[in-house]
């Protein structure tokens, strides 16, 4: 017999003595049923207790009751417990997966049915310009205001993806992101978001290198073909021969020089930076192109130039020897280049007072202006078209110096102005330099 039944009878067997004692049937009777109502009052408290207690749902202060109730609150109790550390469980996976989420390169954005934002990470908040916490439950619509997304959007085939313009550092510097949205579960969207800024800009240099390229190409080889075709048709008179000859050999050499860069350039961006390298005497490398630039002068100036060595301190310097001479000797052509006959060029090695070193060439050229320093180390950018061309330049000569300088840990600096001459430098770090002692 359970504990309630047992209350029960002897509430109903203490309420009909109680009547029995008033010496009557009809006392005895309602003395048991009063028992009877009495049991049901009390039972009906504990019932509320526990309901009540049910209703706050708070596991860790159940109610003391013994009997029948006090299991089942010890039942809802252990059920409580469970179902909470299930939820607790399944709280901690889904922050697991939105924080592996939020650490993707990738925006992802969930919609609702009808296009509100129900969770976004932040990068995609930064793709698109909007705040994760503030604009949930806003309709993207409202905050991507761009007509090809809402066209995207409201057009329903969502099989490709779509290019828009995101907030960049700058409002004339947008970035480009590209968006695609997969439909899910009962009209839900998820929207994927990548910025292409860097692979777009890739594209468009791997897309102006090929047009400089073929453009620098073509040049020469329309003057060759042009004498060749000449040469085939019209007798010509042996000086004549000889001078259109010569010219041919020129435009030839031009596109061997040009080749020759541009394999320079792709060995320098397809090999690993040198490490350590061997230690080369700085002056062995200054006097290397100093014999060289003076060759140079010789050949293409009416009035050499004066090209001089700057005495400096003597250096071990760490790297690969032909990249450093090639850009070493790439900054003293241009001086003689670009400097009229007779103007004087400086070159030599300095310390800083960082512990860095640097190959410096000044001359008393015409300058560069301001607004060409920043892009004169790429690809094919020339101030002087027409000098580069005649002196036989590629445009190539200062990417090559600058990548030099990166690949030892270094960099280039131009120090110039119009009409007061120019000084380029090779600037490397004091892990690249070591005082040479003598004697
Ligand atoms: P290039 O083969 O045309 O000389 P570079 O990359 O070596 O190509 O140089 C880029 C441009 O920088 C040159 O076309 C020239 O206009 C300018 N430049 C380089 N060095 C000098 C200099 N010492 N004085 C004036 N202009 C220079």
């Not at 000098?387 to 990548?403: D, P, Q, W, Y």
Request: some cysteine; aromatic content about 6%; overall charge positive.
């Amino acid at each position: 017999m359970t504990r309630r039944a047992i209350e029960l009878l002897l509430l109903v067997a203490l309420g009909a003595v109680l009547g029995w004692t008033q010496d009557s049937a009809g006392w005895t009777l309602g003395g048991a049923l009063g028992g009877a109502l009495a049991w049901s009052f009390l039972d009906g408290l504990r019932a509320r207790r526990v309901l009540r207690w049910l209703t706050k749902a708070d596991g860790s202060r159940a109610p003391r009751i013994g009997g029948t109730w006090g299991e089942l609150v010890d039942r809802c109790r252990k059920l409580i417990k469970k179902l909470e550390k299930k939820a607790q469980n399944s709280d901690a996976r889904l922050e697991d997966f939105l924080a592996a989420i939020q650490a993707s390169p990738n925006g992802v954005v969930l919609l609702d049915a009808s296009g509100r934002i129900e969770w976004s990470n932040l990068t995609a908040a930064n793709h698109l310009g909007f705040e994760p916490q503030r604009d949930l439950g806003q309709y993207v619509r409202n905050l991507v205001r761009n007509p090809a997304f809402t066209a995207y959007l409201g057009g329903g085939d969502f099989g490709h993806e779509i290019q828009i313009d995101g907030p960049g550092p700058r409002p004339s510097q947008p970035t480009k992101i590209s968006l695609q949205i997969h439909p899910y579960g009962k009209k839900r969207k998820l929207m994927i978001t990548r910025d292409v800024t860097a692979v777009q800009l890739a594209e468009t240099m791997r897309r102006d290198f090929v047009a400089n390229v073929s453009h620098e190409i073509r040049t020469p080889l329309t003057v060759l073909s042009g004498f060749v075709e000449t040469m085939q048709t019209i007798p010509l008179e042996e000086a004549d021969r000889s001078r259109y000859l010569d010219l041919m050999s020129q435009q030839a050499q031009r596109m061997q020089t040009l080749v020759s860069d541009l394999l320079t350039l792709s060995r320098l961006e397809g090999s690993p930076s040198p490490g350590q390298g061997e230690w080369i005497d700085s002056e062995e490398l200054l006097a290397h192109v100093m014999q060289e630039a003076r060759g140079l002068t010789q050949a293409i100036a009416q009035t050499p130039h004066d090209v001089q060595p700057v005495p400096g301190p003597d250096l071990w310097i760490s790297g690969a020897k032909t990249e450093l001479l090639s850009a070493m000797s790439n900054l003293l052509s241009n001086a003689v280049r670009y400097t009229p006959g007779g103007g004087q060029i400086r070159a030599g090695w300095r310390m800083r007072e960082d512990g860095w070193v640097e190959f410096f060439v000044t001359d008393t050229g015409p300058g560069i202006a301001a607004e060409h320093l920043p892009r004169l180390t790429e690809r094919f950018y020339r101030v002087d078209r027409s000098r580069s061309r005649e002196t036989g330049g590629t445009g190539l000569g200062l990417a090559i110096v600058k990548h030099v300088a990166q690949r030892h840990g270094g960099r280039i600096e131009v120090h110039s102005a119009l009409g007061e001459g120019s000084t380029f430098v090779i600037a490397l770090p004091s892990s690249r330099v070591r005082e040479r002692v003598t004697g």
